[in-house]
C-alpha cells in the first residue's frame, strides 16, 4: 500500500530534550516536505527536499533541522525544543514540486 | 511570497450547497488544489484545476478559478454530514525560480444535520 509513516504519533517532552520526529515514503517519490499545523494559521511549510541531499528552507525553518541520505527518508529534528514547537506536524511527500502531496498521519508534539 | 487566504469557518444545512472561498496573490500560480482533512487525519487530495481552466467538476465537486480576481472557490452540492471537515486550497507558483507550494489557513466546515 502506498503511503507516507511518521513517528511517533504523539509525543510530549521537555523544553531543550533534542528529538527526532521520522517520516518514511514508499512511492518513490522525490520531493518530501514537512509542515506544521496551528489553529488559525493552515499548514506552514518547514523545510523541504527536491531529492536525495537537496534540502532548503520553507516558511518557518528556524529551531528544525532535516537530513535525506535516503530517497525515502526524510526525518525532522528538533535540536533543542521549545513551547513555541507545540504542533501538530505532517509530512507529505509528491513525485514532484507540483504535483499531489501524500500526507502522513500527523504527529501531535507538545513540549512543556 | 504568496499569500493564500481562507476564511476559518462555514456552516451548512445537510443537503444545503456550501462554497468555500480562497484568495491568493501570486499570479503566476499554474496548479491549484484543493484538500480535505478529517479529524485526526491528514490531508488527501480533493480536486485540483490548472490555471488555464476556469471550471471543473467532479460529481458533487465544482471548482471554480478566476484569474483576474485571483479566486478559487469549491462547492460541494448536496452537502452531507460526512463533509465535515477542514477544507485546504493550496496554490503552486513560482518562488525565485523555482515550483512552491503554498497553503492556505484552511476553512472548517461543519454540517447541521
Known amino acids: 500500500e502506498a503511503q507516507v509513516t511518521q513517528n511517533p504519533r504523539y509525543l510530549i517532552t521537555v523544553t531543550g530534550k533534542k528529538l527526532t520526529v521520522t517520516c518514511s515514503q514508499n512511492?518513490?517519490?522525490?520531493?518530501m516536505s514537512w509542515y506544521r499545523q496551528d489553529p488559525g494559521l493552515g499548514l506552514r511549510q518547514i523545510y523541504y527536499?527536491?531529492?536525495?541531499?537537496?534540502?532548503d528552507k520553507g516558511d518557518v525553518p528556524e529551531g528544525y533541522k532535516v537530513s535525506r541520505k535516503e530517497k525515502r527518508n526524510f526525518p525532522l529534528i528538533l535540536e533543542s525544543p521549545s513551547p513555541n514547537q507545540t504542533s501538530l506536524y505532517f509530512c507529505?511527500?509528491?513525485?514532484?514540486?507540483?504535483?499531489?502531496?501524500?500526507f502522513g498521519p500527523g504527529t501531535r508534539l507538545t513540549v512543556t | 511570497g504568496e499569500d493564500v487566504e481562507q476564511s476559518l469557518f462555514l456552516s451548512v444545512r445537510e443537503g444545503d450547497s456550501s462554497v468555500i472561498n480562497c484568495t491568493y496573490t501570486?499570479?503566476?500560480?499554474?496548479?491549484l488544489y484543493w484538500y480535505k482533512q478529517e479529524p485526526g487525519a491528514g490531508l488527501q487530495l480533493l480536486t485540483y484545476?490548472?490555471?488555464?481552466?476556469d471550471m471543473k467538476q467532479d460529481q458533487r465537486l465544482t471548482v471554480l478559478l478566476n484569474k483576474k480576481d485571483k479566486h478559487l472557490s469549491l462547492r460541494i452540492a448536496d452537502t452531507q454530514t460526512g463533509d465535515s471537515a477542514i477544507y485546504f486550497c493550496?496554490?503552486?507558483?513560482?518562488?525565485?525560480?523555482?515550483?512552491?507550494?503554498?497553503f492556505g489557513t484552511g476553512t472548517k466546515l461543519q454540517v447541521i444535520p
Open positions: 527536499s527536491m531529492n536525495v541531499e537537496v534540502t
Open positions: 484545476i490548472f490555471s488555464n481552466m
Open positions: 512511492m518513490n517519490h522525490e520531493y
Open positions: 501570486d499570479s503566476s500560480s499554474t496548479y
Open positions: 493550496a496554490v503552486i507558483g513560482d518562488s525565485g525560480g523555482y515550483q512552491k507550494v503554498t
Open positions: 507529505a511527500s509528491s513525485p514532484t514540486v507540483g504535483g499531489e502531496q501524500y
